[in-house]
C-alpha cells in the first residue's frame, strides 16, 4: 500500500476507535454489537478508505425523533423497537414496553437533549483535520522516496 493509503487507514482507525470509546464510556450501546460493526475498507485501486459501521451509528449519535402518526402504526413501530432492540429478552431491563413506548411518543433521551450521543459531527472534524495537516507532509515524504529511489537505478 502506499504511504497515503497506509496513513488514511490509520487516521480512520482512530476514528473508529473514538466512536468505540465513546459507545463505552456513554454506556449507549449494552450489546455491544454497534462496536463490533465497526470496520475499515480499503480499496487501493480506486483510492478509497471507508469506515463501516452499523446503520444503528446514526441513531447513537442524533438520538430517536418521536414516531408520528395514528396508534396502529406507533403499536408496529413500539413492537418493531422492542424486537430490534432485544429489550424484550433481556432480564436487567424491568419494563421494556415502557422504554420503548416512551421512545415513540417522546424521543431517545439523546434526541431530547438529556443524554449525549457519540459527536459524530466533531468526530469527522477532526479526522478531516488530521488528514488535512497530515497528508502534506506525507506528499513530499513519498516524492522524496520516489526520487532517491529513481536516482538509485
Do not use: C
Request: no cysteine; charged share 35%.
Amino acid at each position: 500500500m502506499s504511504l497515503e493509503i497506509d496513513f488514511i487507514k490509520d487516521e480512520v482507525e482512530k476514528f473508529n476507535e473514538s466512536i468505540r470509546s465513546d459507545l463505552n464510556s456513554k454506556r449507549l450501546s449494552d450489546t455491544g454489537k454497534a462496536a463490533e460493526s465497526l470496520r475499515v475498507e480499503t480499496n487501493e485501486k480506486e483510492g478509497k478508505v471507508l469506515s463501516i459501521g452499523s446503520e444503528h451509528l446514526e441513531y447513537l449519535n442524533r438520538g430517536t425523533r418521536p414516531w408520528q402518526g395514528d396508534e396502529k402504526k406507533n403499536t408496529n413501530i413500539l413492537n418493531f423497537i422492542l424486537i430490534k432492540s432485544g429489550w424484550a429478552d433481556r432480564k436487567f431491563i424491568k419494563n421494556p414496553y415502557m422504554i420503548a413506548k416512551s421512545i415513540v411518543t417522546k424521543g431517545s433521551a439523546i434526541h431530547r437533549g438529556e443524554k449525549e450521543g457519540i459527536e459524530l459531527e466533531e468526530k469527522v472534524e477532526k479526522l478531516t483535520q488530521s488528514l488535512l495537516n497530515g497528508l502534506p507532509s506525507l506528499a513530499k515524504q513519498s516524492a522524496l522516496v520516489t526520487l532517491t529511489e529513481s536516482f538509485k537505478k
